[in-house]
């Protein structure tokens, strides 16, 4: 099988078109193609009049491949390297079922590996299956009524299930590859396991974490929902167990020596605990800011031009940073084209906003969150959880200027620019679901925030036109764009202090997004897998 990179396809192109580039780079008649898949697609939009997809592909040809291989160049045409899934061998011996607390990304992926090795995980999730969370989100959206354990950070599928399951990761682990083809072999569109830019899409995502759940099930492992790991049962050292509160709230142990812990970012209340039974955390770095909100139409234009709308290219995307040489810069994170503002709130009297899209992401506006770093040094103190009281803080704070009822603080991107409070809307129709209220959002996130935000729009207007538009909307704040403490472990991704903890994925500080959550519950499991005691 031949690997052949950068062909040139028009964007009407299909199957036709992709033959005949590759046959013109493997220097072959397209008779001798005998099977092509793409195995990457991206957007070349750098010239805004000449826009096309970039594809590699797997090519199987009639005939020797060493012929082609000698006559174009390596870069270009090698052999491809199928992906190869080798989990260690097993080694543990415990006859105790390991403990996964918490059944986003990072714990669904790490219950699969081990149910997959045979381990029968059990899992604990504090929140609901996915279809009772969609509806207790539904319900704080409607009237407001927020349940602390099942709401959009917490519940079957983790806090990115109502997102726009952007799968872009900066991570470069082979295990990567791994966690696209259960994804996609669950469900998620085929094209995530080649586009440049794969997501699914929060309507399609929900199945797909249903369905893992149940091959985890059939695999010999349990799903507790509405179970919330409250302590550690720690002797010697080491973990002997786990008390959990059931829906009734009532407090169960399970034995266990092997417990792996990804609770997220926002489990403050578990974090707490855990910091008071003596596991060892220290602060981390996160960033703060507000999501942005452009016409989709706006957006589509700045980005692809006279070819804005063209179905093969669906809602346009945007990346924006800017680093000033002296100080910190801002940058867009979690972009969600064509998509919602949404209310992520986890505790009540605390407001915090977020964004998803659909799969089709064909809604009326494009956001973004746009985030200034807070280095450690500007938390409130040195104490390893002053940054969740800094994210606390600023939550609170948007609730009562919201009037408190889980409406959220809004301005208009050019009287934020003027230092002006604004008083009504312009052309652009925020989209958050609890509303907004008008006003200056400088009342609620830190100057050392807001000066670098203003500062920002300017330059990255200059980087996308119309991006500092003076009737795009800012709604704040977003506080959890990663944890804001990282729990300490060692090269084999347990606790020095208590043995038979593995503290997992972005909320203990070692992932940021859905791929490197997974990613690292898959590596977390190996630690389980190869463990003998
Ligand atoms: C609205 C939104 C949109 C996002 N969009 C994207 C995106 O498009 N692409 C992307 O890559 N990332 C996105 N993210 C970030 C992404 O969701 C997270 O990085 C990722 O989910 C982290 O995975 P995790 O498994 O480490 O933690 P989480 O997904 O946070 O999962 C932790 C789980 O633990 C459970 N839990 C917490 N405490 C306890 C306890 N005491 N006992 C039992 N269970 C407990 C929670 O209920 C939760 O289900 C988004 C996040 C949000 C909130």
Redesign the pocket.
């Known amino acids: 099988m031949l690997k052949v990179t950068e062909l040139k396809i028009p964007l009407n192109g299909g199957h036709t078109e992709l033959v005949s580039a590759a046959a013109r780079a493997l220097k072959c008649r397209e008779e001798r193609i005998k099977s092509i898949a793409v195995t990457r697609k991206s957007v070349d939009s750098r010239d805004k009049e000449d826009i096309f997809f970039v594809c590699n592909a797997e090519v199987q040809v009639d005939g020797e491949e060493s012929d082609i291989l000698a006559k174009c160049s390596p870069t270009r045409v090698s052999i491809a390297e199928p992906f190869a899934y080798t989990p260690p061998p097993v080694r543990r011996g415990s006859p105790f079922r390991p403990v996964i607390?918490?059944?986003?990304?990072?714990?669904?992926f790490s219950a699969l590996t081990l149910a997959q090795a045979g381990l029968r995980p059990v899992v604990?999730?504090?929140?609901r299956d996915v279809d009772a969370r969609a509806a207790d989100v539904g319900r704080f959206w409607q009237k407001r009524e927020l349940d602390e354990?099942?709401n959009?950070?917490?519940?079957?599928?983790?806090?990115?299930?109502?997102?726009?399951?952007?799968?872009?990761?900066g991570i470069k682990d082979k295990l990567c590859r791994k966690v696209f083809l259960d994804l996609a072999a669950n469900g998620a569109p085929e094209e995530i396991l080649y586009s440049a830019k794969p997501?699914i899409g929060t309507d399609k995502l929900g199945n797909t974490v249903k369905s893992i759940r149940k091959k985890i099930i059939s695999l010999g492992g349990e799903v507790r929902f509405e179970?919330?790991?409250?302590k550690l049962i720690i002797a010697n050292g080491a973990i002997h167990g786990i008390t959990?509160a059931d829906r009734h709230g009532r407090e169960i142990d399970f034995e266990t020596d092997a417990l792996i812990l990804?609770?997220?970012?926002?489990?403050r209340?578990?974090v707490e605990t855990l910091y008071a039974q003596g596991i060892k955390m220290i602060q981390k770095p996160f960033s703060v800011g507000a999501r942005i909100e452009h016409p989709r139409e706006m957006i589509d234009k700045a980005q692809y031009g006279s070819f804005a709308g063209h179905a093969a290219l669906g809602a346009a995307e945007y990346k924006l940073a800017c680093h000033p040489p002296h100080g910190r810069g801002a940058y867009t994170f979690?972009m969600?084209p064509g998509g919602t503002v949404?209310t992520?709130s986890s505790e009540k009297g605390g407001l915090v906003v977020?964004?998803?899209?659909e799969y089709t992401r064909s809604r009326e506006n494009s956001n973004s969150a746009l985030l200034v770093g807070i280095d450690t040094q500007n938390f409130p103190d040195k104490h390893p959880l002053a940054g969740i009281r800094l994210q606390r803080e600023l939550e609170q704070k948007a609730f009562a200027f919201g009037g408190g009822d889980y409406t959220a603080p809004a301005q208009l991107v050019g009287d934020f620019i003027k230092s002006i409070p604004s008083s009504k809307l312009g052309g652009v129709k925020p989209s958050c679901p609890t509303g907004v209220k008008m006003g200056s959002i400088r009342d609620v996130l830190p100057n050392n925030v807001t000066d670098i935000m203003a500062d920002a729009l300017g330059k990255m207007n200059r980087q996308l036109n119309g991006f500092a538009m003076p009737e795009a909307v800012l709604t704040a704040p977003e506080t959890?764009s990663?944890s804001p403490v990282r729990i300490l472990r060692d090269e084999f991704y347990q606790t020095e202090e208590v043995r038979g903890l593995f503290p997992?994925?972005?909320?203990?500080g070692y992932?940021?997004?859905?791929?490197?959550?997974?990613v690292?519950?898959i590596r977390c499991a190996f630690a389980v897998m190869e463990d003998d005691g």
Do not use: W
């Not at 917490?154 to 952007?166: I, L, Q, R, W, Y």
């Not at 990804?262 to 489990?267: L, Q």
């Not at 992932?511 to 997974?518: F, M, N």
């Open positions: 607390a918490g059944f986003g990304p990072a714990g669904i604990l999730e504090r929140g354990n099942s959009m950070q917490f519940g079957e599928g983790g806090a990115g299930t109502f997102s726009d399951g952007k799968l872009t990761t997501h179970s919330r790991l409250v959990y990804a609770i997220g970012h926002s489990a209340d578990t979690c969600c949404v992520a977020n964004g998803m899209s959890r990663s997992c994925g972005e909320g203990a992932a940021g997004g859905i791929v490197s959550a997974a690292d519950g």
